[in-house]
C-alpha cells in the first residue's frame, strides 16, 4: 500500500500516547497536555496503530520502573495540527501543539510482566 492510501486509512483511527501515571496525575485540570517533547522537539509523540504501543514502550520506556497510561486519543478532536510522518521505517502521528484535553477519550492502564516488559492491555486488544 502507497503511503498515500496508507495515511488516508489512518487518518480517522484513534491515536495514542504513552506516559507515566505520575505526569498525567500531574497534569494540570482544565490545561491542555504538553508531554515531554513538545518543547524539545516541537511535537507529542504518538503511535496510529494499537500493535505498535508495545514495541515503542518496551523500546524506549522498558528501563523505566514507572507505571505507564496510555492516552486513547481522537483526532479529530484535537486542536493542534496532526501530521503523519516517517520514523523508523513507519508512519507515526506528531501533535504539533498542546493536546486539548477533550480529545483524550480514555485513559488505559499499560501493564507490565514482572520483567519489566510491557504487555497489552485488555481494553486495547480489539481496538
Same mark, same amino acid.
Given at each position: 500500500?502507497?503511503?498515500?492510501?496508507?495515511?488516508?486509512?489512518?487518518?480517522?483511527?484513534?491515536?495514542?500516547?504513552?506516559?507515566?501515571?505520575?505526569?498525567w496525575?500531574n497534569?494540570?485540570?482544565?490545561?491542555?497536555?504538553?508531554?515531554?517533547?513538545? /518543547?524539545?522537539?516541537g $511535537?507529542? =509523540?504518538?503511535? #496510529?496503530?494499537?500493535?505498535?504501543?508495545?514495541? !515503542?514502550?518496551?523500546?524506549?520506556?522498558r528501563?523505566?520502573?514507572?507505571?505507564?497510561?496510555?492516552?486513547?486519543?481522537?483526532?479529530?478532536?484535537?486542536?493542534?495540527?496532526?501530521?503523519?510522518?516517517?520514523? /523508523?521505517?513507519?508512519? $507515526?502521528? =506528531?501533535i504539533? #501543539?498542546?493536546?486539548?484535553?477533550?480529545?483524550? !477519550?480514555?485513559?488505559?492502564?499499560?501493564?507490565?510482566?514482572?520483567?519489566?516488559?510491557?504487555?497489552?492491555?485488555?481494553?486495547?486488544?480489539?481496538?
Amino acid at each position: 500500500m502507497n503511503i498515500k492510501m496508507r495515511l488516508k486509512s489512518l487518518w480517522n483511527k484513534m491515536i495514542y500516547h504513552i506516559l507515566s501515571v505520575e505526569d498525567w496525575q500531574n497534569q494540570a485540570p482544565g490545561q491542555p497536555y504538553r508531554g515531554d517533547t513538545l /518543547d524539545t522537539e516541537g $511535537f507529542i =509523540h504518538c503511535t #496510529g496503530e494499537v500493535e505498535w504501543l508495545l514495541q !515503542v514502550a518496551n523500546r524506549f520506556y522498558r528501563a523505566n520502573p514507572a507505571n505507564f497510561v496510555i492516552l486513547c486519543i481522537d483526532p479529530a478532536r484535537v486542536q493542534a495540527t496532526v501530521q503523519w510522518e516517517a520514523a /523508523d521505517q513507519h508512519i $507515526f502521528p =506528531h501533535i504539533y #501543539g498542546p493536546l486539548n484535553l477533550d480529545a483524550v !477519550v480514555n485513559v488505559v492502564q499499560f501493564p507490565r510482566a514482572v520483567t519489566g516488559q510491557f504487555l497489552m492491555p485488555t481494553e486495547l486488544c480489539k481496538a
